[in-house]
């Protein structure tokens, strides 16, 4: 029994592992700290990532450690394209007609997956989505079409989203002594944004994890319709707005798309009788000094295609956010209560609409204001940034 937990720890982890996608999980597998992680594919005619870490402890806090590595793709004619560990490896302009293997140097030693041919992805014919019949989740799927030596598929999911803070502040406040464009500030006062000026755009990016492969094998036709691919829920911050998806499709041989199913189902089975051992399991890297060494990981060769998609909300018509997460009244605040409130992480809201406006003051700063706190009005308080991609459909800054 203790094995089979081992068992299934270990299929869990590698069920994680989606290749060219690469994001942050601890791995708990227990007995196995130290396994050497290798996550990523050669991408000819795209830049190639490669990730390197090893499985962390089940007990204690160290997370999965990662690994200083010298990371090259090898071509069959000798030639070498090298980065570091998490960083773009430009295989762009590869040539694909030759084969290429993935080799990894680091102190624990040299690992290398097998020489490959490229296989070049079939086109994506198409993205769409589907809303459950509960309207509370959204599942983005995908149909493509290849040919007979184009039957396995996986994808990778590169996702941007532009979302907005909860409330859209007209002014914000600028503490004595420093300094508003170019001018020393000398007493606590506050300004009204400008056009272009604001808290309230924000944009951010993630990958999918989920392991998302299909089969054509077994069809009349090699052609996948509507495939499922990843689901999210209505009151995702990613869903908001506007949701952008880059679907990266490649192409897999018979043995990768076997190794990647079997993490598929394996991430949720039990450990049954039946459940393989680790090591029928091992991917397609060796350390070359110790074969013997267990290495998680596969590594497929092949020239993706892609396709970007665009999700606005008001066609889907999901909520912003939970019902009362954001049910909040501003604190009208007075002029000598200020500092003490921004100090507090509260920001400036607008204008008090009760009393102030149309009084005859001399400037605007005179007036009060209601206040609220920052993570109302700060959009990148809720983990994105005001870095707005240059291919986003829309004027917002």
Request: proline content about 5%.
């Amino acid at each position: 029994m203790k094995m089979k937990k081992r068992q299934l720890l270990i299929l869990m982890l590698m069920a994680l592992m989606t290749g060219a996608c690469i994001y942050d999980f601890n791995a708990e597998v227990p007995g196995t700290e130290g396994i050497v992680v290798i996550e990523g594919d050669i991408l000819i005619g795209d830049y190639t990532r490669v990730r390197v870490t090893t499985s962390m402890p089940l007990t204690g806090n160290d997370p999965a450690r990662t690994l200083a590595s010298t990371v090259t793709v090898e071509a069959s004619d000798g030639t070498r394209y090298t980065g570091r560990n998490g960083s773009s490896i430009d295989t762009r302009f590869a040539d694909p007609g030759l084969e290429y293997r993935l080799v990894v140097s680091n102190d624990r030693g040299t690992y290398a997956s097998a020489w490959a041919p490229v296989l070049q992805a079939a086109a994506i014919d198409s993205l769409a989505y589907t809303i459950s019949d509960d309207h509370t989740t959204m599942t983005v799927d995908v149909s493509a079409h290849g040919g007979p030596e184009n039957l396995y598929y996986r994808w990778i999911a590169e996702e941007t989203w532009e979302y907005h803070a909860p409330f859209q502040a007209s002014h914000f406040f600028v503490p004595r002594n420093t300094y508003l464009k170019g001018k020393l500030v000398e007493r606590d006062t506050v300004a009204m944004y400008e056009d272009g000026e604001n808290t309230y755009y924000c944009w951010n990016h993630g990958q999918v994890s989920d392991l998302m492969i299909a089969s054509a094998k077994d069809l009349t036709e090699n052609r996948i319709v509507r495939h499922p691919l990843y689901a999210m829920d209505r009151y995702e911050q990613r869903i908001s707005f506007i949701y952008s998806v880059l679907l990266i499709q490649e192409a897999l041989t018979e043995t990768a798309y076997r190794y990647w199913d079997m993490m598929q189902k394996n991430s949720s089975d039990v450990g049954g009788l039946f459940s393989p051992e680790p090591y029928e399991m091992r991917g397609n890297i060796l350390n070359v000094d110790q074969p013997d060494e267990m290495v998680l990981g596969y590594i497929s060769v092949t020239a993706p295609s892609s396709l970007r998609y665009y999700i606005n909300s008001y066609e889907i018509m999901f909520a912003r956010s939970k019902p009362g997460e954001y049910d909040i009244e501003p604190t009208y605040v007075q002029k000598n209560d200020w500092y003490r409130y921004y100090r507090q992480g509260y920001s400036v809201y607008m204008l008090h609409t009760d009393e102030g406006a149309g009084t005859g003051r001399e400037t605007e700063a005179d007036y009060e204001f209601d206040w609220l706190p920052n993570r109302c009005v700060h959009c990148e308080m809720l983990g994105g940034s005001k870095n707005k991609p240059d291919y986003w459909p829309n004027n917002h800054k």
